[in-house]
T-cell receptor
Framework: KAGVTQTPRYLIKTRGQQVTLSCSPI?????VSWYQQTPGQGLQFLFE???????NKGNFPGRFSGRQFSNSRSEMNVSTLELGDSALYLC??????????????FGAGSRLTVL | GEDVEQSLFLSVREGDSSVINCTYT??????LYWYKQEPGAGLQLLTY?????DMKQDQRLTVLLNKKDKHLSLRIADTQTGDSAIYFC??????????????FGRGTSLIVHP
């Protein structure tokens, strides 16, 4: 079956702009998590969505937001971009409950560069 | 301090065994994971171990868990150049609603040379 698909894979924005990243989970997976990966901070948890509801949230400012649609696809948005938002944004999906809920499958990531 | 700590680099010769170590802080951790990241790619789950286990073996991979010392290790037997990558250790705690949100270490860059 298809893996986790993230689009776009690469994008370049300038400071002050906003960006939307998309994630399509594995078919049947209901939980989608987002992580930010930078050389300085490593992998940091942004938020998790399950059945269209934000179930957990990391310690990021309100400029970072997300949502999940009824088909479990998820988007995350970053507004008023800053240079420090340059990172690889990783999406991961899992079953969300019960067996397999602890196993996250990651996408290839969206690499954002802010100039 | 960080919740999960790993050494940053490990260099081994092809054919040797590699051992990547990790320490974590929360004794309530339920699952501990090893992920692999190759250049330009996302994270690939290699294996995971439930906290009531001491060891898990999967082909060339052996995971050892010392819960008393909160120490996790990944041994790769007969290391190949294709094993060169960054290896991440991660732990999860039980969260309400059935969530598992891994906390990752900084990753260990494994370099395999001929």
């Amino acid at each position: 079956k298809a893996g986790v698909t993230q689009t776009p894979r690469y994008l370049i924005k300038t400071r002050g702009q906003q960006v939307t990243l998309s994630c399509s989970p594995i078919s049947g997976h209901r939980s989608v998590s987002w992580y930010q990966q930078t050389p300085g901070q490593g992998l940091q948890f942004l938020f998790e969505y399950f059945s269209e509801t934000q179930r957990n949230k990391g310690n990021f400012p309100g400029r970072f937001s997300g949502r999940q649609f009824s088909n479990s696809r998820s988007e995350m948005n970053v507004s008023t971009l800053e240079l420090g938002d340059s990172a690889l944004y990783l999406c991961a999906s899992s079953g969300g409950q019960g067996t397999g809920a602890n196993v996250l499958t990651f996408g290839a990531g969206s690499r954002l560069t802010v100039l | 301090g960080e919740d999960v700590e790993q050494s940053l680099f490990l260099s081994v010769r092809e054919g040797d065994s590699s051992v990547i170590n990790c320490t974590y802080t929360d004794s309530s951790s339920t699952y501990l994971y090893w992920y692999k990241q190759e250049p330009g790619a996302g994270l690939q789950l290699l294996t995971y171990i439930f906290s009531n286990m001491d060891m898990k073996q999967d082909q060339r991979l052996t995971v050892l868990l010392n819960k008393k010392d909160k120490h996790l290790s990944l041994r790769i037997a007969d290391t190949q150049t294709g094993d060169s990558a960054i290896y991440f250790c991660a732990e999860t705690l039980p969260l309400s609603g059935g969530s598992y949100i891994p906390t990752f270490g900084r990753g260990t860059s494994l370099i395999v040379h001929p």
